[in-house]
C-alpha cells in the first residue's frame, strides 16, 4: 500500500467479510495482492462515470458513496448508499465491465481504499483459494441484497414500496425504532418516487397509527 492504514481504519476493514479475522500480517499479504491504495475524495467528487470502463471496486472507511442509475428521463435512481465498511462495484471490477452502466460519487467527504481484482486468480494455493473464496461470498452476499431491493421495487404502490423497505431496515437493525440511512430526497431516489408524493405518504402513514416519526427516526406502530 501507497499508505498505511491508521488502527481504525483497520477495524472498519476487518468489518468488511473480505478482511474479517484476518491477523495483521495476513491481512497486509491480502491488501499487496489486491493492490490496495487509499484515497481521501470530497463530497459530490465523481468516483466512477457512467460509459467508462471499471478497474478498480472501493471500500468505504469513512463517510458515505452513491451508486446511481438514470432513467430514460433523466430521473436519478440511487441503487446502493455505501456507508464505513461496505464495498462497492465489486462485480462490475470482477467482469472486466468496459462501459459502466452506474455512476458512483461521494455523498460525504469520504476516505476510501481502491482495491483489484486483477491478481486475485494469479496463484492456486490455500492462501489465494481463501481470498477466491471471500470475494465469491461477497458476491453473493451483494446478489442477496439487490433481491432485497428487487422486493421493494416491485411493489405497486408507493406505501408497498414503504413497507417493504422499512420491514428490511428493521430486520437489519434489529427494531422496530428504524432509522433511515438517506434523507428523504434519497431515500425517495431509492424506492423510485418524488419527494413530496413519499412525504404524503409519510403523513398519511402517520395519521393512520401505521408510523411515527421524527426527521429520519421512524418507529413501526403496527
Known amino acids: ?3 498505511t492504514l491508521n488502527e481504525r481504519e ?16 495476513r491481512l497486509d499479504r491480502q491488501l499487496a495482492v489486491m493492490k490496495a491504495e487509499k484515497a481521501q475524495v470530497e463530497r459530490g467528487e465523481t468516483l466512477q462515470a457512467p460509459g467508462k470502463p471499471i478497474r478498480h471496486f472501493g471500500i468505504v472507511l469513512s463517510g458515505a458513496v452513491q451508486v446511481c442509475v438514470d432513467d430514460i428521463e433523466g430521473n436519478r435512481m440511487i441503487m446502493a448508499e455505501v456507508t464505513a465498511g461496505n464495498s462497492f462495484a465489486e462485480s462490475l471490477c470482477f467482469l472486466q465491465t468496459k ?10 467527504d469520504s476516505e476510501l481504499l481502491w482495491l ?5 486468480y494469479a496463484g492456486s494455493d490455500a492462501f489465494y483459494r481463501e481470498i477466491q473464496q471471500r470475494f465469491t461470498a461477497t458476491l453473493a452476499m451483494k446478489a442477496l441484497t439487490m433481491n432485497n431491493r428487487i422486493q421493494v421495487l416491485s411493489k405497486l ?7 417493504a423497505y422499512f420491514t428490511e431496515l428493521a430486520a437489519a437493525q434489529g427494531s422496530s425504532m428504524i432509522r433511515l440511512p438517506m434523507n428523504r430526497e434519497d431515500t425517495a431516489a431509492y ?10 405518504e409519510l403523513m398519511k402513514m402517520k395519521e393512520e397509527g401505521l408510523i411515527d416519526y421524527r426527521k429520519n427516526e421512524i418507529r413501526i406502530l403496527r
Open 1 to 3: 500500500m501507497k499508505q
Open 157 to 163: 404502490s408507493l406505501r408497498g414500496k414503504l413497507t
Open 10 to 25: 483497520l477495524a472498519v476493514l476487518r468489518s468488511n467479510p473480505l478482511f474479517r479475522g484476518l491477523d495483521r500480517e
Open 99 to 108: 462501459e459502466s452502466p452506474v455512476y458512483i460519487f461521494a455523498s460525504e
Open 116 to 120: 483489484s481484482t486483477e491478481d486475485l
Open 191 to 200: 424506492i423510485g418516487a418524488n419527494r413530496s408524493a413519499l412525504s404524503r
